[in-house]
């Protein structure tokens, strides 16, 4: 399932950006190709400009000037002096059909109304028309001047091809094209990734909540399968075994009523559902209250619980009083399940600038290093055997989740001598 949800969003994220980059690209090249032309447009006209002004000014046409703008400019010409075509040698256009240059003059004539009739010898100004000119499937800039002379008038029709140009706007759409698919191609590479890097938290949410259904199950299913067995041998039993069993079926009915809450207390975690409602709590005052709660359970199993405060004023701390209790039960009732006879629980409460440290530390098997972690996750236990039926693994995730929605932190520490410390930090002041 993951595979096709990788793959599908790789594919439906380059195939955005890459269209977008396909877009801008477009839009970037036919403005640069438009700028391109016109730039060209407008040298075109300089040297017709430069042309015009020679050959008005000059009363004999010199070949050699001629052959060298025609050299430099790449113009092909056709000149012709009151009706008769001047023939240079080397200078006659051969390349271009003459039926072109009567297509340029023809064109000047509909469209520019650059008429060789309205120029006469007496006349002070030539008229001539830029323009460009498509015939045949090919692209030229065409000039036509009419130029005043004593004699009569010269009219000069200019073709200058526009292969090179378009040569080079072919090049820079092959760039652009190549440029495209790099990017689309990086894209995609990146997106993989990036995608790949996005769904992680999904696929581990799945798997923790595969892992949290079947912990769950497990847990369920062995007081389900007392409670199932205790009821058939209720039938055939006797009257005091039939209490005895009734007792059981109340316990094991009890436990499956407290591994439901709290699961639903962690399913709540992070929704509307389970909400902190914090208010100025003296913190010093709550682990007394903490304190006097287990002190009869400890003095019961022979267990040494103290408790150590702050000799200062304890300033109050914005958190909500019944979740912060919560977490110390919790902690402290793990203590209890896990710290043998004759051993020590040590409840203490120190301020540290504006941060509040609890700790609740015993002389009890400890946890290794590898596990630290790992116990607060869901349905984790460091007994292996799940012989503890009084825990289900999920206090100290509902521990850490409390604290989490009060941004502080929750750790585990070694005890100097052996055990385990698990060690909270709140800041007094919460917004």
Not at 181 to 204: C, D, E, K, S
Not at 303 to 316: K, Y
Not at 377 to 396: M, N
């Amino acid at each position: 399932m993951y595979k096709k949800l990788h793959l599908r969003l790789t594919l439906f994220c380059t195939f955005i950006c890459g269209l977008i980059l396909v877009v801008l690209s477009l839009f970037c090249l036919s403005f640069s190709e438009a700028e391109s032309e016109k730039s060209h447009f407008a040298d075109f006209q300089i040297n017709i400009s430069m042309l015009k002004n020679h050959l008005e000014n000059q009363t004999v046409l010199s070949h050699n000037w001629l052959a060298q703008i025609t050299a430099d400019t790449r113009f092909e010409m056709d000149i012709r002096d009151n009706g008769s075509r001047l023939v240079f040698e080397n200078l006659n256009p051969l390349s271009i059909h003459e039926d072109l240059f009567e297509a340029a003059r023809q064109t000047a004539r509909e469209q520019y109304m650059v008429l060789e009739e309205a120029v006469s010898p007496n006349s002070l100004l030539p008229i001539h028309a830029e323009f460009k000119l498509s015939q045949e499937g090919q692209n030229y800039f065409a000039a036509v001047l009419i130029i005043p002379k004593n004699s009569g008038t010269l009219n000069v029709a200019v073709l200058c091809p526009l292969t090179d140009l378009y040569q080079t706007l072919r090049f820079r759409r092959i760039l652009f094209l190549s440029a495209d698919l790099a990017g689309i191609l990086l894209l995609a590479l990146f997106f993989w990734f990036f995608t790949w890097y996005m769904i992680q938290p999904l696929i581990i949410n799945n798997q923790k909540q595969a892992e949290f259904i079947a912990s769950a199950s497990h847990e369920l299913r062995s007081p389900l399968a007392v409670i199932i067995s205790s009821l058939s041998a209720m039938t055939h039993a006797s009257v005091k075994d039939r209490e005895r069993f009734s007792e059981t079926i109340r316990l094991e009915g009890k436990r499956m009523s407290r591994l439901i809450d709290d699961m639903l207390t962690l399913s709540g975690t992070g929704s509307s559902l389970f909400s902190v409602h914090k208010t100025p709590v003296e913190m010093d005052t709550l682990l007394l209250s903490v304190y006097e709660k287990f002190e009869p359970l400890a003095l019961k199993k022979s267990i040494s619980l103290t408790i150590a405060l702050p000799d200062e004023l304890v300033a109050p701390c914005l958190c909500d009083r019944e979740r912060m209790e919560q977490v110390l039960s919790i902690l402290l009732d793990n203590a209890l399940s896990y710290t043998p006879s004759q051993g020590k629980i040590a409840l203490s409460l120190q301020t540290v600038s504006d941060k509040l440290i609890f700790r609740v530390a015993d002389n009890g098997p400890g946890i290794p290093d590898s596990e630290k972690e790992a116990v607060f996750d869901r349905f984790y236990r460091c007994d292996k055997s799940h012989k503890d039926k009084a825990h289900f693994g999920l206090g100290l995730c509902i521990a850490r989740e409390i604290i989490h929605m009060h941004k502080g932190s929750i750790r585990v520490e070694d005890t100097p001598g052996g055990g385990a410390a698990f060690v909270v930090t709140l800041r007094c002041r919460n917004e």
